[in-house]
């Protein structure tokens, strides 16, 4: 069964500090994997998508790497800024049914 | 585009009441699905489908029921609602469900109690 976990739980840095958010997954065979932002009492909204064939993506300050073999996936935020704060999520794929499986989260605070 | 939109944003029910949460896309997915959120567990896929007519079961099924006679609605009904679906459900749709690239986007979310 696909487990996917995500650490730290919680995360709290200065602004300006450049950070990295770990996921990892227990099945290789994933079709995509994808990076979710989700501030408090609002829905989900998709940062990066990465398919099963690529090693990273990028989005002005994030870039997400994808390592398939190891089942690891992080996403690396640039010059952090207290606008950031909020819940992130990583979900995979396992295979084209369109189904996500998400980790719990990893909250980042920025504090100014 | 509105996007993907849920209604209501809040509901309380005594246990063993029925209600329908509402979703609704206006961008042409094909695809839809329901999750729910729960502290400690994530979010699990409760049904989805494929497109109008067609619906199947995700992780956490029991207690809730689909349909999909369009192809910008999904609701989800509650038959008789148990203190353990308090929950926040969250509504999503993408273009296929089987295509890579397919980027999910998600409602705002229902936030249910029950009593």
């Known amino acids: 069964k696909q487990e996917v976990t995500q650490i730290p739980a919680a995360l709290s840095v200065p602004e300006g500090e450049n950070l990295v958010l770990n996921c990892s997954f227990t099945?290789?065979?994933?079709?995509?994997l994808q990076w979710f932002r989700q501030d408090p009492g609002k829905g989900l909204t998709s940062l990066l998508l990465i398919q099963s064939s690529q090693r990273e993506q990028t989005s002005g300050r994030l870039n997400a790497s994808l390592d398939k073999s190891s089942g690891r996936s992080t996403l690396y935020i640039a010059a952090s800024q207290p606008g950031d704060s909020a819940t992130y999520l990583c979900a995979v794929t396992p295979g084209n049914t369109g189904k996500l499986i998400f980790g719990q989260g990893t909250t980042l605070q920025v504090k100014p | 585009n509105a996007g993907v939109t849920q209604t209501p944003k809040f509901q309380v029910l005594k246990t063993g009441q029925s209600m329908t949460l509402q979703c609704a896309q206006d961008m042409n997915h094909e695809y839809m699905s329901w999750y729910r959120q729960d502290p400690g567990m994530g979010l699990r896929l409760i049904h989805y489908s494929v497109g109008a007519g067609i619906t199947d079961q995700g992780e956490v099924p029991n207690g809730y029921n689909v349909s999909r006679s369009t192809t910008e609605d999904f609701p989800l009904r509650l038959l008789s609602a148990a203190p353990s679906q308090t929950s926040v459900y969250f509504c999503?749709?993408?273009?296929?469900?089987?295509?890579?690239?397919?980027?999910?986007?998600f409602g705002p979310g229902t936030r249910l109690t029950v009593l």
């Open positions: 999503a749709s993408s273009y296929t469900g089987y295509t890579s690239t397919d980027t999910q986007y």
């Open positions: 099945d290789s065979a994933i079709y995509n």
